[in-house]
């Protein structure tokens, strides 16, 4: 890779775009976002600073030992996913029925793969540029 900062170039710009279409979506169809125990700006906020966290911790690894990338990339990724837990644990135990908990439920789970999806793509560039540049 010619330039080590190009996933930080492009992380906050993607984020951004999907936050707007994000909102664009919500209000088109009309859903309030009011009644969310977690705003959108908050989930991003958290999505983002994680795969940020992620993406630095897998460049020390991958620069330190290659051959460690993958697993710390599983490691790192299964500990996100505890922390996804626990702020989801209130919506996953609400007794309520209310259609607005239901969409926030996708919403959560929605914007955990887009970002898990933005950190393997890096991970999968950083594995391949072993054998771009031998």
Do not use: W
């Not at 029925?97 to 959560?108: A, P």
């Amino acid at each position: 890779m010619k330039n080590k900062k190009t996933p930080f170039l492009y992380l906050i710009p993607i984020v951004f775009l999907l936050y707007v279409l994000h909102r664009l979506v919500f209000h088109f169809l009309t859903i309030k976002t009011e009644t969310f125990n977690y705003s959108l700006e908050v989930l991003y906020l958290f999505f983002g600073f994680a795969s940020l966290v992620v993406i630095l911790i897998l460049r020390a690894v991958n620069k330190k030992n290659f051959d460690a990338t993958g697993v710390a990339f599983l490691v790192i990724t299964s500990i996100k996913m505890v922390f996804c837990y626990v702020l989801l644990y209130p919506l996953i135990t609400s007794t309520s029925v209310s259609l607005g908990i239901g969409i926030e439920k996708v919403n959560f789970f929605v914007l955990f793969l887009v970002f898990l999806a933005i950190e393997t793509g890096v991970t999968i560039q950083m594995l391949n540029e072993k054998y771009k540049n031998p």
